[in-house]
């Protein structure tokens, strides 16, 4: 099912809630599906949605922490081989 399928059947209603339940949960899940879900009538969905969300967000967070550390680690190495 693609994303545009998953948005037109779940404003439709015509998708069971354990469906619902594992896209929130699914770290593959597309963001602004994610914000979508956040406002499910359901508090499980928004929960997972919600959580999934801030999952990701720390996941980039600790992307870029690693990377600024790698490049300064670089900058560092350059500094004093000069």
């Known amino acids: 099912m693609t994303i545009k399928e998953f948005k ?3 404003a439709l209603g015509t998708l069971s809630t ?7 949960d699914s770290p593959n ?8 879900l956040s406002t499910d009538e359901y508090w499980e969905i928004r929960k997972y949605a919600t959580d999934n969300i801030t999952s990701i967000r720390m996941r980039k967070i600790k992307a870029i922490a690693i990377i600024a550390s790698i490049i ?4 560092a190495n350059i500094w004093v081989t000069v």
């Open 8 to 10: 037109m059947q779940y």
């Open 18 to 24: 354990c469906l619902i339940l594992e896209v929130a």
């Open 29 to 36: 899940t597309p963001i602004d599906v994610l914000r979508m």
């Open 72 to 75: 300064g680690l670089i900058v």
